[in-house]
Nanobody
Framework: QVQLVESGGGLVQPGGSLRLSCKAS????????MGWYRQAPGKQRELVAL??????TNYVDSVKGRFTISRDNAKSTDLQMNSLRPEDTAVYYC?????????????WGQGTQVTVSS
């Protein structure tokens, strides 16, 4: 069973920084991309940042220049969040896209709360 475990969330003042980490564990599988989504109460879950095995990255416009996604290895990813704003408040979920035997799989972490407030 594959598990994605996030850490690093918490309460931070506007303008502050947090670094989220995600590590995959369990059975070995081929991960093609990892990323971070976020969801605020009453809002749709949105893709925040994504990184492929080839190192290509994508960001939602609202975080460009403030957030940076990276990968230490094929089964982990970090999200450095700088200049945080109250509107960044959400539960952040790690996501991994994988393929096995020609089938695609999506794995999700349990979520970590990020609260930006003075």
């Amino acid at each position: 069973q594959v598990q994605l475990v996030e850490s690093g969330g918490g309460l931070v003042q506007p303008g502050g920084s947090l670094r989220l980490s995600c590590k995959a564990s369990g059975s070995i599988f081929s991960i093609n991309a990892m990323g971070w989504y976020r969801q605020a109460p009453g809002k749709q879950r949105e893709l925040v940042a994504l990184i492929t095995n080839g190192g290509n990255t994508n960001y939602v416009d609202s975080v460009k220049g403030r957030f940076t996604i990276s990968r230490d290895n094929a089964k982990s990813t970090d999200l450095q969040m700088n200049s945080l704003r109250p509107e960044d408040t959400a539960v952040y979920y790690c996501h991994a896209a994988a393929r096995s035997l020609g089938s695609s799989y999506n794995y999700w972490g349990q979520g970590t709360q990020v609260t930006v407030s003075s």
